[in-house]
């Protein structure tokens, strides 16, 4: 009865989308329940389009796009679940009550119809990359940098050492930025039928007021909030009447009514997130970034349960810890040879988040996606000659030639520079190793496309880098058709770290069981950690001069 009334026959499906759009649908800590619902993830969205292209009563989805806040790759997987509901016959329309920015707008374009609030504008501004430049600053402070890179593109410590960008890194940062604008172009082409020259003009312009935009044919109306309904689904400028609305969450939750348990038990896909930088530790209730020892707990426990049939990894990372990255390879390379793993990539999977990527029997990736950076920087901050302008005298006593080759005093000597210079090459060559592994290629052929340059997704699949491009959607039937014909109807579940998920993988009697425990222990399974005694390795971060813990490849 829930499903025949999700939606009365002729109804829109209202979606709002305020904010960021997370990837997946995770379960909430008791934190988080503090604090309002965010709105559906993409994995949700999905699963909505999904349901709308096989009801025919509701007439089709009305999305009211406030703001978005996120990367060009969740903009790009947005627009695309927005197209494919076109695509199986189902009416789109967007409503801007606020005005739109770039990201925004790609989105909405894909749309039947647009409208937008009077007062509000589009800002068509396209893309650029603005970097700031210290190193005068630091020199006038008194503070001594010595940034180590392996790699020519690896440009992060060019703040600190430069007043402008290298060649190098604005050859990489122009090829990002151009297949962002090309994907922007067209989707103006494609979604409001406008010519290429008429495309790149609007994005010359770059600002319209609302009347502008629709005699530009940006929208097709302006309209107040309380008329917008009507205004796009009858096509009038001033229509009496609007069908019935029903909240996008209320109706997912209704069609999807009849399936709840039926996934008990059964075995399934396994889905394990990297998000954030990559950092030592476990999952608290306030830590943030990719937890590494929690990640490796996941990793272990679907390795372990034989109820997960395959992983999907998803990463949305720019890397972090190069030691909690290489702990993750080296689970992931485990499971790798014992299931079939998947490994999705979001906004950014650079540096270490490739590196995690490198052991999937096959890596996905949105054309705007930005990944690569395969090398390895360090930087080491010097304070000596700016205590001694402020009057600060120091004195050390040492036993061995490099006792203090991570104070944070003197600067380097040539001695200590070529004592980092060679950690950090071997650094940089187990990372051309490991990828070389992961993609069945040579360390030489790797090297080549290395050295620290950041690629869009699109050109990183034309460089062996990635496999296919997509979203999850791509990986999930990419992981199917690895397993077979059976894990066609398995469920996906997405499976949280920690030493409890960990110790109750390998005590698992049963997929039936666990599935039960886990399931019932929900989101306490979070505060587990805050229990256990936790280990941090002191040592010199190169990301971060003497001042962090771990080693960082950034």
């Not at 703001?67 to 494919?84: P, V």
């Not at 990719?290 to 890397?319: F, K, N, Q, T």
């Not at 997405?494 to 929900?522: D, F, M, N, Q, Y």
């Amino acid at each position: 009865m829930r499903r025949a009334r999700a939606a009365p026959a002729g109804s829109w499906v209202e979606l709002i989308i305020d904010g960021a759009v997370p990837e997946l649908d995770s379960p909430r800590t008791i934190l988080q329940r503090l604090r309002p619902r965010p709105g559906l993830a993409l994995d949700q969205l999905r699963r909505l389009a999904t349901e709308l292209a096989a009801d025919d009563k509701p007439a089709g989805l009305l999305v009211v796009l406030r703001s978005f806040h996120g990367g060009m790759a969740t903009a790009h997987a947005l627009r695309e679940i927005l197209s494919s509901l076109r695509r199986s016959g189902r009416r789109v329309a967007v409503h801007l009550p606020l005005g739109v920015d770039t990201k925004g707008y790609f989105i909405a374009s894909a749309a039947e119809r647009l409208s937008i609030f009077p007062g509000g504008s589009l800002a068509l501004l396209g893309f650029a990359s603005q970097g700031v430049f210290i190193r005068r600053a630091l020199e006038k402070a008194g503070l001594v940098v010595d940034v180590i890179a392996r790699g020519r593109y690896k440009s992060a410590g060019d703040a600190l050492t430069r007043d402008a960008m290298s060649a190098p890194q604005r050859e990489q940062v122009g090829a990002l930025l151009d297949v962002m604008y090309a994907s922007f172009e067209r989707a103006l082409r494609e979604g409001r039928g406008l010519s290429s020259t008429e495309a790149g003009a609007a994005i010359d312009r770059g600002i319209f007021r609302a009347d502008e935009a629709v005699e530009a044919r940006l929208v097709d109306a302006a309209a107040f909030d309380d008329q917008a309904v009507a205004v796009l689904v009858h096509d009038k400028a001033a229509p009496s009447t609007a069908p019935a609305l029903v909240p996008a969450e209320t109706y997912l939750r209704a069609r999807r009514a009849t399936r709840l348990g039926r996934d008990r038990g059964r075995r399934c896909l396994g889905v394990v997130a990297v998000h954030g930088v990559i950092v030592q530790g476990a999952s608290t209730a306030t830590s943030r970034g990719a937890m590494a020892d929690s990640i490796i707990s996941a990793v272990r426990a679907a390795r372990e349960a034989r109820g997960v049939g395959g992983v999907l990894l998803h990463i949305d990372s720019p890397g972090g810890s190069a030691l909690g990255s290489a702990r993750i390879h080296r689970e992931l390379e485990l499971l790798a040879a014992e299931k079939p793993l998947v490994a999705v990539m979001g906004n950014v999977a650079a540096s270490g988040g490739y590196y995690v990527a490198a052991p999937a029997h096959a890596i996905i990736a949105q054309p705007v996606t930005v990944t690569g950076s395969i090398g390895v920087i360090a930087a080491r901050f010097a304070l000596g000659p700016m205590l001694q302008r402020l009057g600060v005298s120091f004195d050390i006593e040492k036993r061995g030639a490099r006792a203090d080759l991570f104070g944070a005093v003197t600067p380097l000597s040539d001695d200590e520079r070529a004592a980092l210079v060679h950690e950090i090459d071997g650094a940089y060559r187990e990372f051309i190793d490991a990828v070389a592994r992961g993609r069945n290629k040579s360390p030489a052929e790797v090297e080549a496309v290395a050295e620290g340059r950041v690629w869009s997704g699109l050109e990183a699949r034309d460089r062996g880098l990635v496999d296919q491009l997509g979203g999850v959607a791509v990986g999930l039937a990419e992981l199917r058709r690895r397993i077979g014909p059976s894990a066609d109807s398995w469920p996906t579940r997405i499976l949280r770290g920690g030493k409890a998920g960990a110790s109750l993988a390998r005590a698992e009697p049963s997929p039936r069981l666990a599935s039960a425990v886990v399931e019932a222990l929900g989101e306490w399974t979070d505060l587990w950690p805050l229990a256990c005694s936790q280990e941090r390795t002191l040592a010199w971060a190169p990301g971060l001069g003497s001042w962090g813990s771990e080693s960082s490849r950034s």
